[in-house]
């Protein structure tokens, strides 16, 4: 008889991307409610079985393409290449990383991002992969404002979640074409400098607040399950 031992898998990690790639292209073009696993399987060249194998059904594709949207935005924290100015790390990885992603990934920026195009309980299934993304983010603003104490300060948490605001609105801006034509990356540039100064402001504030203050804050950020985020690497 003879041996399994180092016989191929049926469906490796190859086959799992295309599979993914072909609902990321379905999604982009019609939709997240187009996606099924026949279209897919078909798309990528390969079989039911193979979606099935791998995914276990449409639905764990959506979850699977929601990972993969916070995979992408980690991996582009993680390997920025960051200089003594820590505000235009955080504006230039913001266009050059976050604004591309947005262009190239409409899907996932829907689905992962957005959510509008995803029930609510398997949005929940990326939550993990969203989380670890954001710690990135945490600690990139935290680090242009001279915050420390990722998820566990809620002056950083806020300021991150407005920042992330402006990013997302110049995103939904830009691709509707609300932005005019040329002047996209000098509006998210200026968008960004404005927003930050005045982060930067109020954190001062707040700073000299605190050093009154002989009660510190000991409030958490709501829903958050994960410790202090680890700076980006270079």
């Not at 989380?131 to 001279?146: D, H, Q």
């Not at 200026?190 to 930067?200: F, P």
């Not at 605190?210 to 804050?217: D, L, V, Y």
Request: glycine share 10%; aromatic share 6%; with cysteine.
């Amino acid at each position: 008889m003879m041996s399994s031992v180092g016989r191929p898998r049926e469906h490796d990690e190859r086959t799992g991307a295309a599979l993914l790639d072909a609902a990321e292209q379905i999604a982009a073009a019609e939709g997240a409610d187009a996606i099924s696993v026949r279209r897919v399987a078909e798309r990528a060249g390969t079989t039911t079985r193979a979606v099935y194998s791998l995914y276990g059904s449409k639905e764990g594709l959506l979850i699977a393409l929601g990972n993969r949207a916070f995979e992408i935005l980690g991996a582009g924290t993680r390997d920025f290449e960051l200089t003594d100015d820590p505000v235009a790390d955080l504006v230039n990885g913001s266009i050059w990383h976050f604004r591309r992603w947005t262009l190239e990934h409409p899907a996932l920026f829907r689905i992962g991002l957005l959510r509008e195009e995803i029930p609510a309980d398997l949005a929940e299934r990326f939550r993990p992969a969203r989380l670890e993304a954001l710690g990135n983010l945490v600690a990139w603003v935290g680090r242009a404002l001279g915050l420390t104490g990722g998820f566990s300060n809620p002056k950083l948490m806020e300021a991150t979640t407005q920042f992330d605001a402006m990013c997302e609105g110049l995103a939904m801006l830009e691709r509707r074409g609300a932005i005019p034509q040329g002047m996209e990356e000098k509006i998210w540039r200026d968008g960004l400098h404005a927003l930050i100064a005045g982060l930067r402001a109020n954190a001062g504030a707040t700073a000299e607040q605190s050093a009154g203050s002989r009660r510190p804050e000991v409030s958490r950020w709501p829903g958050t399950a994960v410790g202090d985020a680890a700076p980006p690497r270079r």
